[in-house]
Antibody, heavy 122, light 110 residues
Framework: EVQLVESGGGLVQPGRSLRLSCTAAGLSFADYAINWARQAPGKGLEGVGVIGTNPLGATTEYAASVKGRFTISRDDSKSVAYLQLNSLKTEDTAVYFC?????????????WGRGTLVAVSS | NFMLTQPHSVSESPGKTVTISCTRSSGSIDSNYVQWYQQRPGSSPTTLIYEDNERPSGVPDRFSGSIDSSSNSASLTISGLRTEDEADYYCQSYDSNIQVFGGGTKLTVL
C-alpha cells in the first residue's frame, strides 16, 4: 500500500524558518518527481514548487511567491523530500501538501499526502 | 504564465449529469496534461483524472475527462450524480513543471 505522510508543520513567528518532510512508503521513490502545493484556510490550491528525479539532475522550480525563500530537496535513500521554508510571512499560513508524479512509462496517477499545517503568526 | 478558470459553483440533482469546465488563459490546453482532483472538507485532494482523460483504478467510470482545443478548455463530466459527489473539484496543469490549479468548483448535489 502506498503511503505519503507530511510532517514538520506548526506555529512559527514571522521571519522564522521551518522544515517540512514528505515521507513515502510502498513505492519506488526515486522514480517520482515531487510537487509541493499549499492551501490557505478557506482558499484554493496553489503550486509551490517541484523537484525532479536524480537521474535528471533533481532540478527544482519554484512559484514566484516563494522563490528565494523556499527550497526543495530530496533524499532517495530515505524516501523523503523536504521543503525548507525561510523568512516566513503571515501569508504563508496554509496546509502544505506533497504529491508524487511517476516519471517513467506507463504513467501512474499522482499520489497525494494528507498535508501538514503551517501557521505563521506573532 | 497562464491561469486556469473554473466556475465557482455548480449544482445538479441526484442521477443527473454535470460538466465542470477549466479554461486556460494562454497557451494551448493540450501543451500540458490536465489532472482533476476531488477534495472533501478537511481532506486532501484525491486524483480523479490524470493525463487529460485517464482514470485511476478505483475511480468509478461515472467520472470522465476531456480536452477541447477549440475552446482551449478541459472538462470533467460526472454522470449519475450521487450525494457523496458533493465536494470541491480542481483542475490542474503544469507551467515549467510547477502545478497550476484552477480556482476550484464547489459541486452541490440537491
Amino acid at each position: 500500500e502506498v503511503q505519503l505522510v507530511e510532517s514538520g508543520g506548526g506555529l512559527v513567528q514571522p521571519g522564522r524558518s521551518l522544515r517540512l518532510s514528505c515521507t513515502a512508503a510502498g513505492l519506488s521513490f526515486a522514480d517520482y518527481a515531487i510537487n509541493w502545493a499549499r492551501q490557505a484556510p478557506g482558499k484554493g490550491l496553489e503550486g509551490v514548487g517541484v523537484i525532479g528525479t536524480n537521474p535528471l539532475g533533481a532540478t527544482t522550480e519554484y512559484a514566484a511567491s516563494v522563490k528565494g525563500r523556499f527550497t526543495i530537496s530530496r533524499d532517495d535513500s530515505k524516501s523523503v523530500a523536504y521543503l525548507q521554508l525561510n523568512s516566513l510571512k503571515t501569508e504563508d499560513t496554509a496546509v502544505y501538501f506533497c504529491s508524487l508524479l511517476f516519471q517513467l512509462m506507463p504513467r501512474k496517477p499522482p499520489v497525494w499526502g494528507r498535508g501538514t499545517l503551517v501557521a505563521v503568526s506573532s | 504564465n497562464f491561469m486556469l478558470t473554473q466556475p465557482h459553483s455548480v449544482s445538479e440533482s441526484p442521477g443527473k449529469t454535470v460538466t465542470i469546465s477549466c479554461t486556460r488563459s494562454s497557451g494551448s490546453i493540450d501543451s500540458n496534461y490536465v489532472q482533476w482532483y476531488q477534495q472533501r472538507p478537511g481532506s486532501s485532494p484525491t486524483t480523479l483524472i490524470y493525463e487529460d482523460n485517464e482514470r485511476p483504478s478505483g475511480v468509478p467510470d461515472r467520472f470522465s475527462g476531456s480536452i477541447d482545443s477549440s475552446s482551449n478548455s478541459a472538462s470533467l463530466t460526472i454522470s449519475g450524480l450521487r450525494t457523496e459527489d458533493e465536494a470541491d473539484y480542481y483542475c490542474q496543469s503544469y507551467d515549467s513543471n510547477i502545478q497550476v490549479f484552477g480556482g476550484g468548483t464547489k459541486l452541490t448535489v440537491l
